[in-house]
Every structure is written in C-alpha cells, then in structure tokens.
C-alpha cells in the first residue's frame, strides 16, 4: 500500500488519466436518451405541441429580459464562490465566468451527471489548477447548494403540509437529519477521503500487477482531493461563500418567478419558490437523462401542481421555463466563446503592426 508522502511522488501514465477522454459508452447514452424521451413522451399525453407553442409566443419580452439578467447574475455570483473556494490560485474572476457560463450549458446538454465534469475539466485547462482542487470546489459548492435547497424544502413544506401524506414533523425531521449529515460530511470529507483511498490502496495490493495502475491512480487523487477539502476548510469563509450561494439562489427563484409573469401566470414569488424546489431536488437525483430534460420538467408539474396551478399550466410552464433557460444559456455560452477569440485575434494583428 502506497502513504501518503509516496503517492505524491508518483506520477500517472497519460494512459491512467479518464477524464482526458470524457468517453460515454454507447448503452449508457442509449439508456439516457430512452429515460429523457420516456418522461418527455408522457407529459405530452396530457398537454399539446399547441400549448407549448402558444405558451412560447405569449411571453412578455420585458420579463424574458428580467429572466436573462437574473441567470446572468446567478452564473457570476457561482463564479464568485468558485474564486472563494479555490484555494492553490487567483482565476481571474472574469475567466471563471465564463468556466460558469460553460459548465451551465453543459448541464443542459450532455448525458447524464457527465456535464458535472466539465467545470474541473475546463478549469484545469483554462485555469491552471488541479482536477482534484477543481472537484473538491465543485463538490464543495454542490454541499452549499444542497444545504439551502433541503432549508428552502422544509420552508416549502410548511406551505404544502396538506398535500403530504405524512404528518408535517416528520417532514422537518427527516430535512433536519438529511441538513445535519451534509454538515457532518462536508466537516469530515477530508478524513473520509484519506480512509477511502487507504481502502483503495488495500485493494490494489492485492490486485498486483493486473489492474494495480488504475486503483493506484485513484489512491493518489484521493489523497489530493482529501488536501485540497483541507486546504478549503483552513480558509474558513464559511459565511461569505453561504452568503453567495444564498444570493445566486435568489437569483435564480427571480429567474423562474420572471417567465411565469412573463407567461402571464399569477402567482407569488414565494409559491415560486416552493413549486421550483420540487423540480430542483428531482434534478438532483441519481436520474440517468440527457441535460435534465424531462426531469426538470416533471419536478416542475409536481411542485407547481402542488402551488396551486392546473396540469396543463404545471406542465406547460416546466417545459417553457427549460427552453426558455436553455436559449439563455446558450447564448451566453456564444458570447463567452466569440468575445475571447475576437480579442485574441485584433490583439494579434496588433502585435504583427
């Protein structure tokens, strides 16, 4: 078994580095596809192309532009906590906007939990910094997230304690509980890693030879994911970065509260906000879709079913909102890709005068 002052030393074989490839085998695509279709398929038996159509063309452009200066806010608040969350070097703030603006996009696009993995991706190509130091922010921003999410449920399941099928107590108890072991992980991630790739270490002992490579691979970034979760922890600026993520949030429940005025739907931001936290937790889970289409969709008639509006509006508005979001994203993605290679071109040709 490998310690920790060994694995340090050692140095993975470019063929031992997956994350270089991002390869996605053809029957985990397939199987995503058919679970986004699958869902897609079914909430269209209950509304028509029409409504979505009609739904669409119906938007008030004073709130479409509401929603895409709310979703831009959000992805550079999500930047902010990056910066504070990193801890080797100073990424400049406006290259992790656009990391940010990436990484969303992706979310929307790629199979899978896949899309999760471009943020470390791309900061470790743009941004100089370790894969591990990059998965230790992105999961430690991901712990902040859910932290407020599972706080904005229990809030949310006051307001909905009649539709529950369990008495509401239990409902805060079991957000409590959930609350108290993110808290307790994100504390103890650090050892926690250490012991898993100890394990690790174990296992590749015994593989020998045969396969030995690999899970020493692993041993090692677990080793340096367990430094990096340290070295954010030393910083402690616990607050600061709850207060970004709380405020990137707000950003985002603006986001949606502006489509479904723009939609001409009547309805309290704070009903927003309860009705979009079902659809954000069902994004959460282990659903293997494509971008979250059909997921996001169905949490969204849930909650929103659960808020009061009728099916046809539930469902509607999900996919409208998605759109809507997706078309904003993408945009933004342009811009962040177009402006740099503009700049790098007249900045050239500068230097060639």
Known sequence: MLTSSEIKKTKPSPENYPLRSLHISFKRLLFSLLITLGIIVFLFTQISLEDLSVLLKSIDPLCATWAAAGYLLAVFLRAVRYRQLLHSREVPLPQLFRISAFYHLSLMVLPSKLGELTYPYLLSRTGGTSITEGMASLIASRVYDFFIILLVFSFAAIGFRAYFNVELPIVLILSSVLIGIIVFGFLYVGPLLRVFSDLIGRFSRRMGAKGGRSFQWLQKKGYEMAEDFSAIQARRNYLPVMLTSLC??????????????????????????????????????????????????????????????????????????????????????????????????????????
């Open 248 to 353: 990137s949030w707000l950003a985002i429940f603006s986001v949606f509260y502006a489509f479904m005025k723009g939609f001409g739907i009547e309805i309290s931001f704070l009903r927003v906000v309860s009705g979009s936290t079902i659809s954000v937790i069902t994004n959460a889970l282990p659903i293997s879709g494509i971008g979250n289409w059909g997921t996001m969709e169905a949490g969204w008639s849930l909650g929103f079913l659960m808020a009061g509006l009728s099916k046809e509006k539930a469902i509607a508005t999900g996919f409208g909102v998605h759109i809507a979001l997706f078309v904003i994203a993408a945009v933004t993605g342009f811009i962040c890709w177009i402006v740099p290679n503009i700049l790098d071109v007249v900045r050239r040709r500068r230097q060639k005068q």
